[in-house]
C-alpha cells in the first residue's frame, strides 16, 4: 500500500482517533478526533478555535494519533500517524462536512460553525500494524517529504548463523538462507528478544526509539 492509499483507509475505515499533543509542560494530552479527509496532500481534521487542543496545536505544530479496526485483539488493524500540522481556516468546511455529514448535528447553523477551523497533517510517518494475519503484517510509511528512518531491528555481518535467536523470536520472521540472517521486517513485532540473546552482538536497532 502506498502513503496516500494507507491515509484513505484511516480516514474511510476507521475515521475516529485518538490524538495526542503536548501541554505547555510538556505533557502528553489526548483526545478523540475524527479524520474527516485523505489525499496525496495528508490528513484533514477539524476543531473548534475556543479549545485547549486548538492552543496545543498553534503552539507546538505537531500531532500524533493512532486509529484501530477489529473486534478485538487478534483481529485489528492499527494506523499510527505523528506528523506536522498546519491550519487551512475555514475555506474547506463546506467539503468536509459534505463528506461528513453527521457533523451539521453538532455545528447546526453557519452562525455556530463559525467557531470551527480545518488543519491537515501534511508531513509526517506513520505505520499500519495488522494482527489479523498470521505472521503479523506491520510496515512503515511517510508523506510530505519526510525522510526519517523507520524503527527497525537488524542483524550485521558479524552474524554467524548461530541461529539463537530463532528459538525467541515469537514470529520466525528470521531469514537464515544466507548468513547473515535476514530479519524480514513486514513480519517483525520489534519484540527486541533476538538482540538480547544474540552471541555475537549482531543484532542492533536503527531508527527513534
Known sequence: MTATEVLRYLQQEIHSTVAATTDAQGLPVTCAIDVMDADEN????????GKGFYARLKQKGYLALTGMKGEDTMSCVAVSVRGK????????????????????????TPESQKAL?????????????????????????????????????????????????????????????????????????????????CPQQAVIREGER
Open 42 to 49: 495528508g490528513l484533514y481534521f477539524l476543531t473548534a478555535k
Open 85 to 108: 500540522v498546519e491550519e487551512l481556516g475555514g475555506g474547506l468546511l463546506g467539503r468536509l462536512f459534505e463528506k461528513n455529514p453527521y457533523m451539521n448535528q453538532i455545528y447546526p
Open 117 to 197: 477551523t480545518v488543519f491537515r497533517l501534511y508531513q509526517g510517518r506513520g505505520e499500519w500494524f495488522d494482527l489479523s494475519k498470521k505472521p503479523i503484517e506491520r510496515f512503515s510509511f511517510s508523506f510530505g517529504e519526510e525522510t526519517a528512518q523507520p524503527e527497525r531491528y537488524v542483524i550485521t555481518a558479524a552474524c554467524i548463523g548461530c541461529r539463537v535467536c530463532e528459538g525467541v523470536c515469537p514470529q520466525n520472521c528470521i531469514d537464515f538462507t544466507s548468513t547473515p540472517a535476514v530479519i524480514v521486517q513486514q513480519h517483525c513485532l520489534h519484540c527486541g528478544n533476538c538482540m538480547e540473546v
